[in-house]
C-alpha cells in the first residue's frame, strides 16, 4: 500500500509566506516599539494637553448671525417670505430656501481637523500592520491534534488581541468621520433656528468631547501596542515553534 504524499506548495505562495513572515516579524520588533514612542510623545506634546482646550474651542457665535425679527407688515395679504420685490414688481419666490451669511461660509474647527489629520494617518498604519501581524500568527498555527496544545492556546490568546487592536484602531477611524458628519447637521440646525442657544452650546461641547477623545485615542493605541509588543516577545519561541518539548508559561 502507498503512502499518500503531501502536494508541494507552490512556489509563489511559499514565496509570499517568507516574505509576510519577515514583515511580520520587524514589524513587531521594529514598528511596535516605534508605534508606543510616536504615540507616547504625541500624548505629552502641547498639542493634546488640557491646557490647550480653551484655545480649540469656537467662538459661540460659530459665523451664524443671528438676524433680526421681521414681522412682515406689509401692504399685501401675502407672506413676507415668498416675495421678492424686484424691478418695482412683486416676484413669487420659488424652490427650496437657502441659507445665506453675509460673513461667509460657517468654518469647521480647524485646531481638531488638524489634530485628525496627525492622528488618522497612525491609525491607518496601525489596523495594516495589526493585520500583517494577524495573519503572521494564523498561518503559524499548525494543524489540529490531540494534546500538546499549550503552545497553540498561546497562539490564539496573542491573534486575539491582535485582532482586539485592529478593530479599536479601525473604529477609531470610524469615529472622527462620524464626526464631521454629526456636526455638519447640527450646524444646519443653527442655521435654521439660530436664535436658539442650545444648539450653539450643543456644538461647543462636541468639539470638547472630540478633543478629549481624540486624547483618549492615543493613549489606548500606546498601551495597546505596549501590551502587545510585550506580550508577543515574551511568547516568541512558542508562537512561531507551538509544539516542542518546552513547557514555559504564557508570562
Request: hydrophobic residues 35%.
Amino acid at each position: 500500500m502507498t503512502k499518500k504524499q503531501a502536494h508541494p506548495e507552490n512556489k509563489e505562495l511559499s514565496e509570499y509566506k517568507q516574505k509576510l513572515f519577515a514583515d511580520a516579524e520587524r514589524i513587531v520588533k521594529e514598528e511596535f516599539p516605534k508605534n508606543v514612542l510616536e504615540f507616547d510623545a504625541l500624548l505629552k506634546s502641547p498639542k493634546l494637553s488640557y491646557d490647550r482646550l480653551a484655545q480649540i474651542l469656537p467662538d459661540k457665535s460659530l459665523n451664524i448671525p443671528i438676524p433680526d425679527v421681521d414681522n412682515g407688515n406689509t401692504d399685501s395679504d401675502e407672506p413676507a417670505a415668498k416675495r421678492k420685490k424686484v424691478a418695482d414688481e412683486v416676484v413669487k419666490q420659488t424652490g427650496p430656501p437657502v441659507f445665506a451669511f453675509t460673513s461667509g461660509t460657517v468654518p469647521c474647527n480647524e485646531n481638531l481637523a488638524q489634530l485628525m489629520d496627525t492622528v488618522r494617518p497612525r491609525l491607518r498604519d496601525a489596523v495594516e500592520q495589526c493585520n500583517t501581524v494577524k495573519m503572521w500568527i494564523t498561518l503559524l498555527i499548525p494543524r489540529i491534534e490531540d494534546g500538546n496544545n499549550f503552545g497553540v492556546g498561546i497562539q490564539e490568546e496573542t491573534l486575539s488581541e491582535v485582532r482586539n487592536v485592529e478593530s479599536e484602531a479601525a473604529s477609531f477611524l470610524d469615529q472622527m468621520s462620524r464626526y464631521f458628519t454629526t456636526r455638519g447637521k447640527l450646524i444646519t440646525k443653527i442655521a435654521k433656528y439660530p436664535h436658539v442657544d442650545d444648539y450653539r452650546r450643543a456644538i461647543l461641547d462636541m468639539d470638547e468631547k472630540q478633543f478629549i477623545n481624540i486624547r483618549l485615542v492615543v493613549l489606548e493605541m500606546r498601551n495597546h501596542f505596549s501590551t502587545l509588543h510585550d506580550m508577543i516577545m515574551k511568547n516568541y519561541e512558542k508562537i512561531k515553534v507551538p509544539r516542542n518539548s518546552n513547557t514555559e508559561h504564557l508570562y
